[in-house]
C-alpha cells in the first residue's frame, strides 16, 4: 500500500503523533531518521522515553513498516535488519541485586 491509500484511522493516527508526540518540533528532526552510519538515534530514544504516544507511535511503524526511531524503538525497512536496539550504553546493564541472566 502507499501512503496516499492508508485508512481513516491510519491518517488520524498519524495526525495525533504529529501534534502529541515528544518529538514534534524538536530542533533536530534527523535524530530520528538519521543516515545509516551515522549513530545519534540513542538521542531520540531519550526525547521517547517520555513521550505520551509512545506506544501508538511503535505500532503505527510497526504497522506500515516505517523506518527510523517511533515510539522509542529502532525500525528499520523490511531488510532483515532489527526492529529495536538498545542504546550502547544500556549495554550490559542488569538490575541491581540481580545476577547475570536472572530476571525481576
Request: with cysteine.
Amino acid at each position: 500500500m502507499v501512503p496516499n491509500e492508508r485508512s481513516g484511522d491510519a491518517n488520524r493516527t498519524l495526525a495525533t503523533l504529529n501534534t502529541r508526540g515528544a518529538c514534534v518540533g524538536h530542533p533536530h528532526p534527523d535524530w530520528w531518521f538519521p543516515e545509516r552510519d551515522e549513530d545519534v538515534t540513542h538521542r531520540a530514544l531519550q526525547v521517547c522515553a517520555s513521550c505520551p504516544v509512545r506506544t501508538l507511535c511503535r505500532d503505527y511503524a510497526q504497522e506500515w513498516d516505517e523506518e527510523g526511531v517511533w515510539g522509542g524503538v529502532i525500525v528499520h525497512a523490511s531488510d532483515g535488519q532489527p526492529l529495536a536496539k538498545l542504546p550502547k550504553e544500556w549495554t550490559g546493564l542488569t538490575l541491581p541485586g540481580l545476577e547475570l541472566g536472572e530476571t525481576a
